[in-house]
């Protein structure tokens, strides 16, 4: 399984008796169990739902589809082509399949009969190809820019299939689909009209539409009745704001000021444990880490990042940051995960830290470096302490900077850190460990560009066999353990905490929440 379920021994019994998945059309199984009110959906009432995150657009492309990054707000407006079990496999929602048969040089993608956005217009091939092509666009700046620069060209074949060609072959391209926002389709007049008029009416095709929208205050959506998959959504409104700080959000539950949270904070899913409240929480592979700048120094040189990989004493982290609470990424691939191995990614080595901290000093490098971090109180916890366990260290200096959350986000784009915190969690590898690794990715945070890492990443890419992975992941594990452009810190907990009366907790990909699948028992 993919997924844990943190129940209390009362919630557990219930969440026995319940097996709902995401039954999308056709009456398939969906990605999972699902935690919480047990018994049959119920039709009707409002949610309110509190994000991680404060949206800037509405607009698909620059939305992110990851628990962190406003997922269940993209697949509110606009629905999903496909999903993901817990298997890693794919589940077709609006899309009816995804094919190929010359080993991912090519695919088909046919849509299913009948779809239409919001305003009655319909969602077909030719819409799916002015989304997809536009993702490829700088002017965009979609957040998958990596994803979508693998297709090479798109071609509508009829209006509901859809020819995509890529760049290179990938056997596992549905994955990039499933977990970036390629999977979701906006209305191609709506988004011409420009991104003020597409802000105050973004018309989709998904479980719900915009009723109003108060920047740093409210977003109120209600049911679209033309939604492909009835009687899908159950709720008839559901309401979202944003909860940054993690305090607030747990206690926003607990005290029935909202009924469910997006929640990545362990600490918080340990206590809502403890309190009774359901939660639900994806097993992912890899996680989060301390990204170091290999493109500038002091990190261009391999001794700076080892001497700081052997430094830092991550059970020290964990405590500080989580209360204990955390679960340590010491390998790449969680043990559910086809490609686990054995490999060990840290070793806490003070004495050769110290070694390699007084080598560079005498070749007139000491380290010295400032640590980028984002405004919300996990990653300032994450910066202090790693500060806090340098500063034991000779011929160590770390800076705190915490940046505002637009000019964080940018880094990626500009390049402009030493070290940062961010992340490569997945359910399969493809195509997160590609776009996060290999040297020509624009979403490769650290730019570690070495050859090694390179080949044995387009070999897993290229892979026709989970074996043919297996082996190619294992190298990459070994390369990157020696090149150490990275440090993983924890596993990321996606996840949600709910109040009593919420069920129907469906996740995919990245801990993508599916808001149509959530109802409550009043």
């Known amino acids: 399984m993919f997924r844990r379920t943190r129940l209390t021994a009362t919630a557990a019994v219930c969440a026995i008796a319940l097996a709902l998945g995401a039954c999308g059309g056709g009456g398939d199984s969906g990605p999972g169990p699902s935690a919480g009110a047990a018994g049959e959906p119920v039709a009707g009432g409002e949610g309110r739902l509190l994000l991680l995150a404060e949206p800037r657009t509405l607009d698909p492309a620059i939305l992110g589809n990851g628990y962190a990054t406003l997922a269940v707000l993209g697949n509110a407006l606009y629905g999903t082509l496909m999903t993901g079990k817990d298997d890693g496999r794919v589940e077709y929602k609006m899309a009816e399949s995804f094919e190929t048969t010359d080993e991912g ?6 849509l299913r009969d009948g779809l239409l956005f919001s305003d009655g217009t ?11 092509d536009r993702l490829k666009e700088p002017a965009t700046r979609a957040v998958n820019l990596a994803e979508a620069s693998d297709i090479a060209s798109t071609e509508v074949v009829d209006d509901v299939t859809l020819k995509v060609t890529l760049v290179n072959p990938v056997p596992a391209f549905a994955q990039s689909v499933v977990t970036s926002t390629l999977n979701w389709i906006g209305s191609p007049a709506a988004l011409q009209k420009g991104a003020q008029a597409f802000d105050a009416a973004p018309i989709g095709a998904g479980p719900f539409v915009l009723e109003s929208w108060t920047r740093q205050a409210d977003l109120k959506l209600v049911r679209n009745p033309r939604y492909w998959d009835a009687p899908k959504p159950y709720l008839e409104r559901l309401t ?3 909860a940054t700080e993690t305090n607030q959000r747990y206690n926003t539950v607990l005290t029935g000021g909202a009924d469910l949270a997006i929640e990545s904070s362990p600490v918080n899913l340990d206590k809502a444990e403890q309190a009774g409240l359901a939660t639900d929480v994806m ?7 301390l990204a170091m700048n290999t493109r500038r120094a002091p990190f261009d040189d391999i001794r700076a990042r080892r001497a700081v990989a052997a430094a830092l004493d991550l059970e020290a982290v964990n405590l500080a940051v989580y209360n204990g609470t955390g679960r340590p990424a010491d390998l790449l691939f969680a043990d559910s995960s086809p490609f686990h191995t054995s490999t060990t990614l840290h070793k806490t080595d003070k004495a050769l830290a110290q070694k390699l901290f007084d080598e560079l000093a005498a070749d007139g490098k000491p380290l010295s470096f400032t640590f980028t971090s984002a405004p919300s109180a996990e990653n300032r916890t994450i910066a202090e302490n790693i500060q806090a366990q340098l500063g034991a260290f000779k011929n160590v200096r770390v800076e705190v900077k915490v940046a505002e959350i637009t000019e964080y986000v940018a880094l990626r784009r500009t390049h402009e850190f030493d070290a940062a915190v961010s992340s490569a969690f997945f359910q399969d590898p493809e195509p997160r460990l590609w776009t996060t690794f290999n040297g020509k990715s624009a979403a490769n945070l650290p730019g570690i560009d070495d050859p090694k890492l390179n080949d044995a990443l387009a070999d ?9 992975r297996r082996t190619a992941y294992a190298v990459f594990e070994k390369a990157l353990v020696d090149l150490m452009p990275v440090v993983f810190l924890a596993r990321a907990e996606p996840g949600v905490i709910a109040g009593k009366g919420v069920g129907g907790f469906v996740q995919y990909g990245l801990g993508s929440l599916l808001p149509e699948e959530i109802w409550i028992s009043r």
């Open 122 to 132: 319909p969602l077909n091939a030719e819409a799916v190809k002015f989304n997809w």
């Open 240 to 242: 979202m704001r944003t």
């Open 283 to 289: 097993d992912l592979s890899g996680g989060l880490f």
């Open 105 to 110: 040089r090519t695919f088909t993608l046919t």
């Open 460 to 468: 897993a890419r290229a892979a026709t066999t989970e074996d043919e």
